[in-house]
């Protein structure tokens, strides 16, 4: 491989314009096609980038001898993109954004074609990268809690809030578990370990609408985990996830944002953002993106695994195809 990696950007969305814009940055990243249905958005991009091949179907970024791809297209279309790109020989690396299927048994095929195919994938589950969850991780594997008895786990939005019967919205990005409660489903299982579910109830303490859900799981270790999920919460304009985690030694409490731990000798710490060396070399987003996409091209120089790999982040689609599975109990 080259010194560079050739990446091409399906779906110029929201996440495809992120990740484009990193890439276009990032060294030893080489942003050299594009793959997009809408002609006014291509019709754009050949301005921006008028040196990037811009192609409108999967199959025109063959022959365009690329090191890896980029999937930012909405979920329901991650397999059948993952599949051409794996069945036309176009990459076997490839970034996918989160999660990576809409259903688990697509995500599960997919993990079987990577391993056949081998190459090195990644799922954008960016709060592995977030400097406040990393030192969370850190002091977790230190037990610096001792043992964990039990967490609690939200994920809050208020994007639904003023319309919550928009129901063709909520489809487009998932529904709320995977465009919101899939975070902490990942985060979950890297700071605790494998998880079941135990028991699911839709909608919230605070909200009753078909945004919310409320579930619990239990590790195999017999750990408690309870999960508050709502895109209709009041006060919450930016997405937030947080755990607080209570241990033999104290209580951590971590957000996107802080990071608190209070033991029961006395003692008390509190990690901000900008405590930690949150700094990148390009802020677009927020730094955990930065930080996730150097992590990918890294790794397809390098020819190493990375995290959140498609094996990791089938375990989140495990746990919805769980949740959704006891719905219908309900």
Known sequence: MDENVRVAVVGLGKMGLL?????????????????????????????????AYIVDSIEGLSGLDLDAVYVTTPIRSHSPIIRALYSEKISFNI????????????AKELCELSRKYGGVNMVGYQRRFSVTYRKAKDLLDHEALGEISSFEAYAYSSDFIRNEGDSRAQVSRGGVLRDLGC???????????????KSVKLGTSNSSSNTSVFFECVGSDGLDGRFSVSQSMENYRMPEVGFIINGSLGIMEVNDDRLDLRLKDGRSFTWYRHDLSDNV?????????????????????????????????????YLIDQIENKYSEI
């Open 19 to 51: 990740h484009a814009g990193l890439l276009n940055v990032l060294p030893n990243a080489d942003l050299v096609a594009f793959c997009e249905k809408s002609a006014l958005i291509r019709k754009v991009l050949s301005k921006v980038f008028s040196a």
């Open 183 to 197: 975070h902490a489903l990942d985060v979950a299982p890297w700071f605790f370990g494998d998880m079941c579910v």
């Open 281 to 317: 070399g390009f802020l677009l987003g927020s730094p955990e993106y930065f930080r996730e996409d150097r992590c990918f091209i890294k790794s397809v120089l390098q020819g190493q695994a990375a995290e959140p790999s498609f094996e990791i982040a089938l375990k989140v689609d």
């Open 95 to 106: 970034f996918a954004e989160k999660t990576l299927a809409s259903r688990f048994d697509e």
